[in-house]
């Protein structure tokens, strides 16, 4: 009973390729998150969503694109992955409201060759 | 940019003594919370602590806030081996949509 779980856990693909990460929360959370965690460890966020809204959208290439079908659900697109894309990529949930702290998946490390 | 640094980077200890991590952050915050990575996991919050807040304990985990050096400080005190990890705190901002901002993190190594 995996609280936000992602698919796939790893995956490596050639330059130019697009590929999607999927996530999803079982916690009724309204609030989603995509976050990006380079090679130092260093975790910044990309994209927030509320209740299927984005609400947070930092500074990220136009290649990256978010889509919440539902609020249990946020994919992320990537096109023509690049090599700098490579990292490790970690959806979370929250409930806004509460500011209880996040429940993070367990990541999906992206390698771009 | 980046919101919190932590220092130190790396902390290595033996099993049973006490290990404290500290974070510096610039702005205004609504709550500052510590998060605890295992290699190849995702993080696991362990404590939040509000603004108006000074201390707080959770186990063998205590938090300290001090809003006017804008810095906050991890102990673990009796520490396991289980406690390596990278130790995260991140920043909560007053009207910030719940966005949390990352610190650069501590990796704390517990040794038997």
Redesign the interface.
Known sequence: DTA?SQTPKYLVTQMGNDKSIKCEQNLGHD?M?W?KQDSK?????MF?Y?NKEL??NETVPNRFSPKSPDKAHLNLHINSLELGDSAVY?C?S?Q?SR?????????TRLTVV | SQQGEEDPQALSIQEGENATMNCSYKTSINNLQWYRQNSGRGLVHLILIRSNEREKHSGRLRVTLDTSKKSSSLLITASRAADTASYFCATGLTGGGNKLTFGTGTQLKVEL
Do not use: P, Q
């Not at chain 1, 500011?99 to 990541?107: L, V």
């Open positions: 936000v609030t998150y976050y460890k260093f975790l910044k966020i927030s509320n609400i947070i970690f979370a929250s806004e500011h209880y702290g996040y429940t993070f998946g367990s990541g």
